[in-house]
């Protein structure tokens, strides 16, 4: 069972416009999420967080959203630019598992076009 | 600077063989994890380990070992018994406490020939 989705596989924005990646997850248990950025053959970066204790955290053109209602997160990406062409990952974790383990989404490729 | 090693960047593998990859850091993090990533599927946990000499079975554990002797080193053993070796394999370390997030190497594709 999937407990994080990324239900859009894939995302064609103009240069300038606006990105918007969605994530949604089925634990209500998790408490933190966390998008990466992940270009091919390297490894995930880290790109931005927000707890459950808030709804919005913003990071220069970044801001990630959170719905704690719908089990809903998404990041925007304000202006896009070619070099936010890249496999976007969000994760969650449960604190009160102990373990901070996260889980990951299949991921969005986005690719923004000049 | 801290960061976090693997190694090789590209290993093949005939079928039937063991192979080990390599992974090493430097950031003092307690907390090290193996995810494999195949087309469509995201990231996959196979092995994490919290804690030197102490791991547990993630996910897609079948096929696969990890040792955890020293705090900087988490090796994976991708053994005979995986039928689908052929993916992108990532390590990465983390803080056991505090929401920090993962630090991610730059993986290690392995492929079966």
């Known amino acids: 069972d999937q407990q994080v989705k990324q239900n859009s596989p894939s995302l064609s924005v103009q240069e300038g416009r606006i990105s918007i990646l969605n994530c949604d997850y089925t634990?209500?248990?998790?408490?933190?999420f966390l998008w990466y950025k992940k270009y091919p053959a390297e490894g995930p970066t880290f790109l931005i967080s927000i707890s459950s204790i808030k709804d919005k955290n913003e990071d220069g053109r970044f801001t990630v959203f959170l719905n704690k209602s719908a089990k809903h997160l998404s990041l925007h990406i304000v202006p896009s630019q070619p070099g936010d062409s890249a496999v976007y990952f969000c994760?969650?974790?449960?604190?009160?598992?102990?373990?901070?383990?996260?889980?990951f989404g299949t991921g969005t490729r986005l690719k923004v076009l000049a | 600077d801290g960061g976090i090693t693997q190694s090789p960047k590209y290993l093949f593998r005939k079928e039937g063989q063991n192979v080990t990859l390599s992974c090493e850091q430097n950031l003092n993090h307690d907390a090290m994890y193996w995810y494999r990533q195949d087309p469509g599927q995201g990231l996959r946990l196979i092995y994490y380990?919290?804690?030197?000499?102490?791991?547990q079975k993630g996910d897609i554990a079948e096929g696969y070992s990890v040792s955890r002797e020293k705090k900087e080193s988490f090796p994976l053993t991708v053994t005979s018994a995986q039928k689908n070796p052929t993916a992108f394999y990532l390590c990465?370390?983390?803080?056991?406490?505090?929401?920090?997030?993962?630090?991610f190497g730059s993986g290690t594709r392995l492929t079966v020939v």
């Open positions: 634990n209500s248990m998790f408490d933190y």
């Open positions: 990465a370390s983390s803080m056991v406490r505090g929401h920090r997030g993962y630090t």
């Open positions: 994760a969650a974790s449960a604190g009160t598992s102990g373990t901070y383990k996260y889980i």
């Open positions: 380990s919290q804690i030197v000499n102490d791991f």
